[in-house]
């Protein structure tokens, strides 16, 4: 089985640091977040990755090279503009060939292995399983209506979801899939929606499952699902790099990376990019900083050398 990774977005939410850095390749815990992806992308037998790029590509190239630092192969496509998650798979159709394939989204990270849903796309012989999850706010998502574990439903953040099952940035496909990308349209929202594509499986007599994820499942991109997702991976305590200088009292979920000088008066629930210095007088709190920065004090602020953002 191949992977196809979907890593074209811009990550405008994390601006100004990923104007900088490529969302998949900020560090998470000190290790670039698709470092996550290719260890569960192994753990079910994947040996080649074809990354979707975008703008980012050739900061995607220079990082990641041909091989990952777990031995997985790695290609590249590009996707010119931002249509939508069906629309980045379609370049990747070349590149994969008639394998079958999984494809995961860049920007999650999963604290369990996949193994369970890769195992019973592969014994069941389906056109395609689809990793969900019970969540409390189903409406955020594309939302799968199950009957046993076959999709029978599928609608794109519904406002009055049918159930509590989200669709979790997993995706495994046989061969069908491509032909519903040439017939599918864009949505209301001008986007070629996976949902969309995965519905027409449906409709179209395709056997079509859900694989329920019972462990945690974390998308980083936001400040606040991006300091959470740190959290979790420290286990909520620090992780100051023996290489770093760091003159400030530390509270708790906090991630300072190799090379860093930190001053101020207490850093806490913050993450330190590799190589940074952050000058304060005060404290550092819900924070996410890169480059050389200086300010009074940095909370509730993505900051990039001297471009900085308050994030309420
Ligand atoms: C996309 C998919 C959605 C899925 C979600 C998972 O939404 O369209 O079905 O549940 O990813 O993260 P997006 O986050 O791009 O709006």
Redesign the pocket.
């Known amino acids: 089985m191949k992977a196809v990774i979907l890593a074209a977005g811009m990550g405008t939410r994390l601006y100004p640091v990923t104007q900088v850095i490529p969302k998949p390749l900020l560090p998470l815990a000190n290790r670039p977040t698709l470092d996550y992806a290719f260890d569960r992308l192994k753990e079910i037998g994947v040996q080649d990755v074809c990354v979707v790029v975008g703008g980012n590509e050739a900061a995607m190239r220079d990082a990641l090279g041909d091989k990952t630092g777990n031995g997985l192969t790695v290609a590249y496509a590009r996707q010119p503009e931002a249509k939508g ?1 069906a629309h980045a798979m379609s370049f990747a159709k070349d590149l994969v060939g008639t394998d079958d394939f999984c494809m995961y ?1 860049g920007d ?1 990270v999963y604290s369990e292995s996949l193994t369970g849903a890769a195992e019973r796309f592969r014994s069941s012989g389906c056109a395609n399983l689809n990793l969900v999850k019970a969540v409390p706010d189903p409406s955020r ?2 939302v799968a209506n199950v009957d046993g574990d076959r999709i029978v439903r599928l609608v ?2 519904p406002k009055v979801p049918e159930s509590n099952l ?4 997993v995706y495994f496909f046989r061969q069908p899939i491509w032909d519903m990308l040439e017939d599918l349209q864009p949505s209301a929202r001008g986007e070629y ?3 969309d594509a995965i519905q027409m499986l449906v409709d179209r007599g395709h056997d079509v499952r859900a694989g329920v994820y019972t462990g945690e499942w974390f ?1 980083t991109g936001t400040l606040d699902s991006f300091l959470e997702t740190s959290a979790f991976l420290i286990g909520g305590g620090t992780l100051i790099h023996p290489e770093s200088d760091v003159d400030a009292e530390i509270g708790q979920n906090v991630v300072i990376g190799p090379g860093c000088k930190v001053r101020a008066t207490r850093i806490e629930n913050a993450v330190v990019l590799p190589g940074a210095t952050v000058e304060s007088d005060g404290a550092i709190h819900r924070s996410l900083i890169g480059g050389n920065a200086s300010a009074t004090e940095f909370v509730s602020t993505i900051a990039m050398g001297s471009d900085s953002r308050r994030v309420d």
């Open positions: 998650l989204l999650a998502f594309g794109e953040k989200a669709m979790a940035g929606e996976i949902t998308d």
